[in-house]
């Protein structure tokens, strides 16, 4: 079983000894947003979240990815939400980086606890509270849910990847897996969040170019990235945002499994816009 742990930021600022270049890129096919420049000064508060701030990583941009908003949310003690979703029409997802929460859907409460992953259909309130006595980090994944004439709306999941077996990939020997926490033909889902781990050595052997967009947010290891025409290192900590049909692949170095959360929209028929006649 891999050795897991979930790298979060802790803020602070570099001294006057640092210099200011660093790996963050901006291009038109795909960004990386390095862990060492996720610091105080870059932080964001939301309304109705106290003593809460976030790093955001993505969010939807024209010409750019346009379906998700994704960041990481630091949780004090004696802080959260009783309302922290002011769009009815969107859906989230919640990955527990570290510390203890208790989430409320609806009715039904659940602890989260690191590895937890919660997924939470739009127009379905909930609360989000940190009674423990240590900080607590999340990635909160965000998501305009696509509705679909004559599917139902999924359910709420609640799971801790510590309970689900990885799958591996065809014809890797286990080198590169998977840990889904939605069935993939389920079509009621318009996204999924996975993670996909890789060990020492293991690829990603081809440049997959798609439609589907991309959240990155590398949990463990270190690897390269191949994306368009560049390869870019990363570590744990670091995101990477992907539009739609940037070609990617990787591979993981180092000594430890290369493990990383990842967003991506699917099942749904693309969207035509047409003058009416």
């Known amino acids: 079983m891999t050795n897991k742990t979930y790298f979060y930021p802790t803020g602070g600022l570099p001294t006057q000894k640092n210099i200011a270049s660093d790996r963050s890129v901006f291009k038109t096919a795909y960004a990386v947003i390095p862990q060492t420049v996720m610091k105080d000064i870059v932080v964001s508060y939301f309304p109705f979240w106290e003593r809460t701030r976030a790093w955001v990583l993505a969010r939807p941009m024209s010409g750019f990815a346009e379906t998700f908003s994704q960041s990481i949310v630091e949780i004090l003690p004696k802080g959260g939400s009783d309302k922290p979703e002011l769009d009815s029409g969107a859906e989230c997802v919640i990955f527990v980086l570290d510390g203890k ?3 409320t859907i609806v009715d039904k409460n659940y602890i989260l606890l690191p590895g937890s992953y ?17 900080p607590a980090r999340i990635q909160w994944i965000r998501k305009i849910y696509n509705v679909v004439e004559g599917l139902e709306l999924p359910q709420p999941i609640v799971v801790n990847e510590n309970d689900l077996e990885p799958i591996a990939m065809p014809d890797t020997n286990g080198v590169w897996s998977t840990t889904r926490f939605v069935d993939p033909f389920d079509l009621r889902h318009d996204m999924h969040v996975n993670i996909v781990s890789i060990k020492p050595g293991g690829v ?7 439609v589907m967009e991309h959240g990155i947010y590398v949990l463990q290891g270190k690897g390269v990235y191949h994306l368009n025409e560049d390869s870019v290192e990363v570590e744990a900590g670091d ?37 009416a006649l």
């Open 204 to 210: 990603i052997p081809f440049m997959e170019t798609h």
């Open 118 to 134: 919660a997924f939470i259909p739009p127009n379905k309130p909930w609360t989000i509270f940190n009674k423990s006595n240590e």
């Open 239 to 275: 995101f990477l945002w992907l539009r739609a049909f940037c070609p990617q692949a990787c591979y993981a170095g180092g000594q430890e499994t290369f493990r990383y959360l990842l967003y991506k929209d699917v099942n749904r028929h693309m969207p035509l816009k047409i003058k």
């Open 101 to 103: 929460l208790e989430l």
